[in-house]
């Protein structure tokens, strides 16, 4: 089993929709969750951390539920240059920042 | 500000060559990381390193080698290139969670 499962979709989503999705984790002692947003054919870039009170960033909501072991990214009003792969990403704090787990990503594509 | 530089962004190697993946950055992070991203796989961690002088295996770390002689530098080296290591290469240095990725390196193996 991954250590971290995305649906891989795509999202098609219609442009100023709503699109939420979900990521699990199977460590139970992961300490920090973030969303990182990587296009086509480039690095991956810190979209935002995942806070246990849940957090909100413009129109993207983070959330985390500790008890089932999910982290959730909701896109509200979304625009054409969301359109991305999103990466759950976790960290267990062993061996620091330098080990983050990453799962394989979520593509989102909105639609005018 | 640079901050992550990697080097070259493509390379083709024939199987059995050797190479080095340059990687610095100039943000004078203790963490940093190599992974590498293939279809439907996500990122998996190689090699990474908590500080000059200090590295670890990740997941995937056969037939690769690292050093971190100094903060700013971690290169990876190929010992000897198999088709199974064809993939994107991703260099990245890390503080208090997030990391800074460098713009990769596509490296296929024939």
């Known amino acids: 089993r991954k250590e971290v499962e995305q649906d891989p979709g795509p999202f098609n989503v219609p442009e100023g929709a709503t699109v939420a999705f979900n990521c699990t984790y199977s460590n139970s002692a992961s300490q920090s969750f973030f969303w990182y947003r990587q296009d086509c054919r480039k690095e991956p870039k810190l979209l935002m951390s995942?806070?246990?009170s849940g957090n909100e960033d413009g129109r993207f909501t983070a959330q985390l539920n500790r008890a089932s072991q999910y982290i959730s990214l909701l896109i509200r009003d979304s625009k054409l240059s969301d359109s991305a792969t999103y990466l759950c990403v976790v960290n267990t704090g062993l061996g620091g920042w330098g080990k983050l787990q990453f799962g394989a990503g979520t593509q989102v594509v909105v639609t005018p | 500000n640079a901050g992550v530089t990697q080097t070259p962004k493509f390379q083709v190697l024939k199987t059995g060559q050797s190479m080095t993946l340059q990687c610095a950055q100039d943000m004078n992070h203790e963490y940093m990381s190599w992974y590498r991203q293939d279809p439907g796989m996500g990122l998996r961690l190689i090699h990474y390193?908590?500080?000059?002088?200090?590295?670890d295996q990740g997941e995937v770390p056969n037939g690769y080698n690292v050093s971190r002689s100094t903060t700013e530098d971690f290169p990876l080296r190929l010992l000897s290139a198999a088709p199974s290591q064809t993939s994107v290469y991703f260099c990245a240095s890390s503080y208090s969670g997030e990391a800074f990725f460098g713009q990769g390196t596509r490296l296929t193996v024939v």
């Open positions: 995942v806070y246990s």
């Open positions: 390193s908590v500080g000059a002088g200090i590295t």
